[in-house]
């Protein structure tokens, strides 16, 4: 069993930052990738950003040179460091983990971008 766990979500303004943390616990070692969905109102989940147990990162075509993902593995956690942020980047964000056999997701944290 995995557990993830999201924080550092809230409110922040158009052109603004956020970082977002994933605290993994559990049998860690069985996840390949970890990665960042979100979803908004009315629209299907959809990736982000994704990092490898190599440390291979993709992300989505609408964040690309904006948001980065990274890891701590001492920590068991990553990150999404978010920059300049629109008003279409509101959502639920839910961090992944993925096994050979499923995917692990966290509770999600929401990421509200006034404009």
């Known amino acids: 069993q995995v557990q993830l766990v999201e924080s550092g979500g809230g409110l922040v303004q158009a052109g603004g930052s956020l970082r977002l943390s994933c605290a993994a616990s559990g049998t860690i070692s069985s996840i390949n990738t970890m990665g960042w969905y979100r979803q908004a109102p009315g629209k299907s989940r959809e990736l982000v950003a994704s990092?490898?147990?190599?440390?291979?990162?993709n992300y989505g075509n609408s964040v690309k040179g904006r948001f980065t993902i990274s890891r701590d593995n001492g920590k068991n956690t990553i990150y999404l460091q978010m920059n300049s942020l629109k008003p279409e980047d509101t959502a639920v964000y839910y961090c992944?983990?993925?096994?050979?056999?499923?995917?692990?997701w966290g509770q999600g944290t929401q990421v509200t971008v006034s404009s």
């Open positions: 990092i490898t147990s190599g440390d291979i990162t």
């Open positions: 992944g983990g993925l096994t050979s056999s499923r995917m692990y």
